[in-house]
């Protein structure tokens, strides 16, 4: 029987949340400890409290006081009021309300009569947020299992009933955490979400439960069940990193007729305390084990009913009592602790050894270490004798209040010392009271009962048994992920010099489009991790390393922002003896990423930089999806790319199931017939939606009047390089044949190496720096190209500024610049590129083939391995028909090249030079193929009439000369008038030095202006930037060579310098003389030891052999030599063995040997990879024979290692 009048006890007065709604009998409640005895009035309560006749049901673990109704009650254990039933609720409940905020009676009417039209007219009942609060407070007080009561009245709420989402309900569900976290200082706090929404995981906070192959469990045996279903809907760890300790996501279902999602919580709101305790012994076996546990609990499976309205999804927060993590470390069936420490500390727990209650012992220890760990970790705890103190003082405050207060004594009364606690001996009544807690079905069952009743997703009869229901409804459930949205963007972040990296980038995002994911592509330095976006951010990051270990020019930024934060997570280590500061350890706990670390084993620091980004973001809190890889250029660096993004597209899957995957586009011009030749066509659009950003088309059109860029202003970079005019195009290389023009075939396949000047301003390098170069496409290229796609090499909207320039960030304006100087028509195409081809085929079985190259990586690389181009490609599918403006839209960028400058700044500060040695290879299939940077060095026009030797090779070959885009092409006759029968004239000229041949003597500068002006418009300009290489500097190298630090250039000059030099290798070493040369006319020293080894194939191919010759004489003022010893070493005299550089060393082991163990002494190589390879063993041998006490191998390895590391030997290499 309800009472209808406000609840009041016996004496009359209105007491705050009366439970007793009919008052029977006094009584008390005694306590045998402390022989208290508190009086009560007995309740009677209406509602069922599962006592069944005849039998006390206390001990169970679940009840509901609502009996089922009938076998269709899908809400049950939850209740199922009829109108008047739930009018009958919310009455009392704000009756309650109203009694206790005292408000007035009017007040109370008003809100009564609302609340009762809502349930009439709609069947629901909305409560404001103070009368939730107050309801959810009321369901703590009245929560009969809970010993933490004392604190109901400070609970407060979050009230997001808003929420319509399930990424909304994962962002509330993380606000959640962080706001009752607290810094450590923890709050005890209800997150109210929609009535109806569900949260699968019991708790936010949750250890992985693997079954693994050999039947065994790792992890809390608790959360199998749950893992199963997060496993089963997509989550997972590779097999190989699963750990005991793996935090299970959150999976959310904001909606019940709507799919869940689920989510990897950020590590700022995972806080987990480690375990420690005082006794090193137990400290030793705890840290051993691992044992942690989560800071704060968030209990997230109860239901609260409040005025006849039940919310589903009410997480709570709270603070641990110690035993609660004690037993869920400790018990059996959980962690199951006590045997695994006690076999650490080789303490007996066997049933033999019971009365010696050594489990007992390490339990409490257990527990002891749970209440130390948490206090050094400042995270508020209680321990269970406080908190039985507490619920005594709350028992007799809250009887006292409204004559009685439910508590369940199973539940009460704490799992260690039981005895020793005040609770154990009290007397106490359990009986429900509303807003009260209530347990309620797991959330997946009425989930996959609704997918079953669906005949068009699931035919299978479903067991009753909740766990076979879940089974049986994977079936169906494998078949929605796909409709499991997570809706998250990934960013695929590229750093790189040279474009592997940012091909490989390109690829990825390609991928994962065609995966059915957003993907955007960025640049590493353009994206900030420091500002980004709190919200949780998906990153696939690809990056080479440069330098020593460093970051690509586009990393710098990056790399910085590393440091920085490396440095400050040490100094607050340090600070805080060991306890890091936890705003900076989860300053990136946003980030859920994956790198793929790009690089060469050939260098000491393989791949430094990517598996440093990779530990930085761990270090800042962010969640690492797999391990980093590294993928060595010198070993199938592609394949091993492609691996980590299979890899890496798997897990992200996995973590955030896809949304859809996008059908691929096929045919796309099926009805080209119909289209106009207009260049642009309206269609065009349509036929390429807008795929989400990235795979955009730039709609094309022209315009006529265009600003001209901006050019000439440095800081000079990738993005902005200096156009430098192209002073000496040299051949080095003597011609075995020039005396007869008649036997041109032969030197037609002459070793060509070229020897070239540029014009530089504001370009400050040192001898030894890169100078990287941008090569632009071969002219017979870009005319097949463009026939290729339907054009007329003299369309006129050809040259035309057109919309792409914003390709190039303006850099060229019409098509015809973009094809010839910006996308790349020879470098192999990667998938991603085909995959583009593919879409424009019409043809089925060219479709099909391109297919096959682009989803079977096996048979890529076996295709690629010859290198096809652009045009090769399109000549062998023919069935693609594609826009000139769509194909430079697909293509990648032309990608610059390093050359080691071979000139010193000392010298002319407006002069840079190179050696460039001109690549020409067969593919394995036969195929004649140009190196494309080398190659169009090659034909560049030098501003220097004098330097004529160009015209030998471009007139055998019939090569056409580069189309320069502000000037006329030139014809073939053309170019043959501007040539000379001077074939290989030197110009024999010194430079102010009196000593280098080739350098034009500044006084002829006047000259050379006329001149200038008058070739101006011939010569040809290449686009240029400088990259410092601090790896392979002169010792004492200045940083600023204007400066002049005496004591720096006296270490530069009393250096002992031993140097390799295999073919072009000898270009920084050209640097290094010149500089030397300079810098002896500043500084004088005693001659010092310079030796030079040069590895070259004939006496012809000895580059700059004069120079040396010279070198090697008395050259500066002192009349000392610059190079006291040069070994050339030829590796094709006809006639005579094979020699290689390394072949000579054991002949000069001795002197080799004075100059590794001499400390003023620097050995320098640099050459291809091989051949360095091949010096350093050479330097091993001579460490193992040479060195007293004769070293073994490893350790003469060891010291030549160690050399590398110091800078002692440094290593250039070109490969
Ligand atoms: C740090 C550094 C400094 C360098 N300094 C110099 C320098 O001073 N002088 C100099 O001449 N070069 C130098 N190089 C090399 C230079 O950067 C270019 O790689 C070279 O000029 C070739 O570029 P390319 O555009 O002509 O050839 P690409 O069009 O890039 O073609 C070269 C590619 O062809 C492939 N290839 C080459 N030979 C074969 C073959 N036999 N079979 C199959 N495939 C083959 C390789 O995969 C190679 O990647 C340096 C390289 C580095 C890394
Ligand atoms: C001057 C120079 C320095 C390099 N330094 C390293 C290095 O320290 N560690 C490494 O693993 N790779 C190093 N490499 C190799 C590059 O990382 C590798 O060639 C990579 O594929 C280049 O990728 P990118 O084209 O995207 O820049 C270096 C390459 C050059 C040219």
Not at 655 to 660: E, H, L, R, T
Not at 919 to 941: A, E, H, W
Not at 1052 to 1066: C, P
Request: aromatic share 8%.
């Amino acid at each position: 029987m309800v009472n209808n009048k406000p609840c009041s006890s016996s004496d009359g007065s209105i007491k705050s949340g009366c439970p007793v709604l009919t008052v029977s009998a006094k009584t008390v409640l005694r306590n045998y400890q402390t022989e208290e005895s508190i009086p009560v009035v007995v309740p009677k309560s209406a509602h069922n409290q599962d006592c069944r006749h005849q039998v006390c049901t206390s001990s169970l673990m679940n009840y509901s006081p609502y009996p089922k109704k009938d076998a269709s009650d899908e809400n049950w254990p939850l209740p199922n009021y009829t109108k008047d039933q739930f009018l009958q609720e919310a009455k009392q409940y704000l009756t309650i309300y109203h009694n206790d905020k005292k408000t007035h009676k009017d007040e109370y009417h008003v809100r009564l009569k609302e609340i009762e039209d809502e349930i009439k007219t709609k069947q629901s009942a909305t409560y404001t947020t103070d009368e939730l609060r107050y309801g959810a407070q009321l369901a703590w007080r009245n929560a009969a299992r809970c010993i933490n009561r004392l604190y109901w009245q400070t609970l407060e709420i979050t009230d997001r009933r808003d929420v319509k989402t399930n990424d909304a309900m994962f962002e509330a569900v993380c606000q959640h955490i962080r706001s009752s976290f607290n810094g450590g200082k923890l709050l005890a706090t209800v997150l109210v979400l929609p009535q109806n929404a569900r949260l699968w995981s019991s708790q936010y906070l949750r250890f992985a439960c693997y079954e693994q192959t050999d039947g065994t469990l790792l992890g809390d045996p608790a959360n199998r069940e749950l893992t199963r279903i997060a496993m089963k809907i997509g989550w997972s760890k590779p097999e190989t990193e699963r750990t005991e300790w793996d935090v299970l996501p959150v999976i959310v279902q904001c909606n019940p007729e709507e799919d869940p999602s689920w989510y990897e919580l950020p590590v700022d709101c995972r806080p987990i305390v480690e375990l420690s305790h005082p006794d090193p012994k137990y400290e030793q076996a705890m840290r051993q084990l691992g044992l942690q546990w989560f800071a704060q609990p968030f209990v997230a499976d109860k239901a609260i009913e409040i005025g006849g309205v039940v919310f589903k999804c009410v997480p709570f927060s709270g603070w641990f009592m110690e035993t609660e993590i004690g037993r869920d470390l400790c018990d059996v069936q959980r962690y199951n602790s006590i045997p695994k420490l006690a076999q650490i500390m080789d303490l007996d727990v066997t049933l033999a050894a019971s009365s010696q209650l050594n489990i007992d012992r390490i339990y409490v220890e257990v527990n002891a270490a749970v209440l130390h760990s948490f206090q050094q970790a400042q995270v508020s705890i209680v321990d269970h004798h406080t908190a039985a103190a507490g619920f005594q003082k709350f028992l007799k405050e809250d009887t006292v209040a409204r004559g009685n207060t439910p508590a369940d004594w199973v539940w009460i009364v704490p799992p260690i010392s039981s005895g020793m606690s005040p609770a154990f001996h009290q007397e106490m009544m359990n009986y429900l009271v509303k807003p009260c807690i209530l347990d309620q079905t797991e959330p997946w069952v009425p989930y996959f009962e609704r997918l079953r009743k669906n005949p068009a997703v699931i035919d299978e009869p479903v067991k009753k048994n909740n766990w076979a229901l879940v089974k049986n409804a994977f079936k169906p459930f494998e078949m929605l992920i796909s409709r499991i949205n997570k809706r998250t963007c990934v960013t695929v972040l590229y750093a790189s010099t040279t474009g592997t990296a940012e091909s490989y980038a390109k690829q990825t995002v390609s991928r994962l489009f065609k995966e059915g994911y957003k993907a955007e592509l960025s640049e590493l330095d353009k994206f900030s991790f420091p500002d980004a976006d709190k919200t949780t951010q998906l990153l696939l990051i690809i990056t080479s390393t440069f330098g020593r270990g460093n970051a690509p020019a586009n990393g710098l930024k990056t790399e910085q922002w590393m440091e920085e934060n490396n440095q400050s997570l040490v100094e607050s280590q340090e600070k805080s003896f060991g306890q890091l500061n936890r705003e900076l350890k989860n300053s990136c706990s946003h980030f859920v990423y994956a790198v793929c670390a790009i690089g060469s084993k050939a260098y000491e620091d393989f791949c430094e930089f990517g598996v440093c980004l990779d530990q930085t973001l761990e270090n800042l809190g962010s969640t690492r999806l797999l391990p980093v890889a590294t993928c060595d250029a010198l070993s199938d660096q592609y394949k091993s790319f492609c691996r980590w993004e299979t890899e890496a597209i798997g897990a992200l899957k996995q973590v955030f199931p896809i949304k859809q995957a996008l059908p691929a586009k096929t045919n796309i011009l099926t009805d080209e017939e119909k289209r106009s030749n207009d260049l642009v066509s309206s269609s065009e659009k349509d036929e390429f939606p807008d795929e989400e950003g990235a795979q955009a088309m730039i709609e094309l059109s022209f315009y006529d009047n265009v600003c001209a860029r901006r050019e000439g202003v440095g800081p000079y970079t990738k993005t902005n390089p200096l156009e430098a005019t192209v002073l000496m195009n040299k051949e080095l290389v003597k011609p075995a044949k020039i005396e007869n023009r008649g036997h041109l075939s032969s030197s037609m396949n002459q070793h060509s190496v070229r020897q070239i000047e540029l014009a530089i301003k504001d370009m400050p390098y040192l001898a030894g720096d890169h100078v990287y170069i941008f090569p632009e496409n071969p002219t017979s290229d870009v005319e097949k190209v463009i026939k290729r796609c339907g054009l007329k090499l003299d369309d006129i909207n050809l040259d035309r500024p057109c919309s792409l320039n914003v390709i190039s960030n303006g850099r060229f304006q019409s098509m015809r610049e973009l094809i010839s100087k910006y996308v790349d028509l020879v470098s192999p195409s990667l998938p991603n590129v085909l995959e583009c081809f593919a879409r424009y085929a019409s043809d089925e079985g060219e479709r099909k083939k391109l297919r096959q190259l682009i989803e079977n990586k096996e048979a890529y690389l076996e295709w690629s391995v010859n290198r096809w181009t652009v045009n090769e490609v399109l000549d062998e599918f023919k069935s693609v028909e594609i826009k000139l403006h769509e194909l430079i839209q697909f293509l990648p960028p032309l990608q610059p090249r390093p050359y080691s400058i071979s000139s010193s700044p000392r010298t002319n500060a407006n002069k840079l030079q190179i050696t460039v040695s001109v690549v020409k290879y067969n593919t394995p299939n036969g195929m004649r193929r140009d190196g494309l940077c080398s190659n169009f060095l090659y034909q560049t026009i030098p501003q220097d009439k004098n330097e004529l030797s160009l015209k030998q090779y471009k007139t055998n070959r019939k090569i056409l000369p580069p189309i320069q885009s502000h000037q006329p092409r030139m014809s073939v006759n053309k170019l043959h008038g501007t040539v000379s029968t001077a074939g290989y004239k030197q110009t024999k000229q010194k430079d102010h030095t009196g000593l280098i041949t080739y350098f034009r003597p500044e006084t002829e500068s006047k000259n050379e202006q006329i001149f200038s002006s008058n070739k101006d418009e011939k010569a040809s300009k290449v686009r240029i930037f400088v990259i410092p290489n601090p790896s392979f500097r002169l010792p004492g190298q200045l940083q600023d060579p204007q400066k002049v630090d005496f004591s720096k250039v006296l270490e530069t000059m009393s250096s002992r310098l031993l140097m390799f030099a295999i073919g072009s290798g000898i270009a920084p070493f050209r640097a290094f003389w010149h500089e030397l040369l300079s810098l002896s006319r500043t500084i004088q020293t005693t001659e010092k030891d310079r030796m030079l080894f040069i590895g070259c194939r004939t006496p012809n191919d000895l580059l700059y052999a004069d120079e040396l010759k010279k070198l090697t004489q008395s050259t500066t003022q002192a009349n000392h030599r610059i190079l006291t010893e040069v070994v050339p070493v030829y590796s094709r005299v006809p006639g005579h063995q094979k020699r290689y550089v390394q072949d000579e060393i054991p002949r000069y082991k001795q002197i080799i040997y004075s100059f590794l163990a001499d400390k003023h002494s620097f050995v320098f190589m640099c050459g291809s990879v091989r051949a360095c390879i091949g010096i350093e063993r050479g330097l091993v041998s001579v460490i193992e024979s040479c060195q007293p006490g004769k070293p073994t191998r490893d350790e003469a390895e060891d010291c030549i290692k160690r050399m590398k590391r110091c800078g002692k030997i440094q290593l250039e290499m070109f490969g």
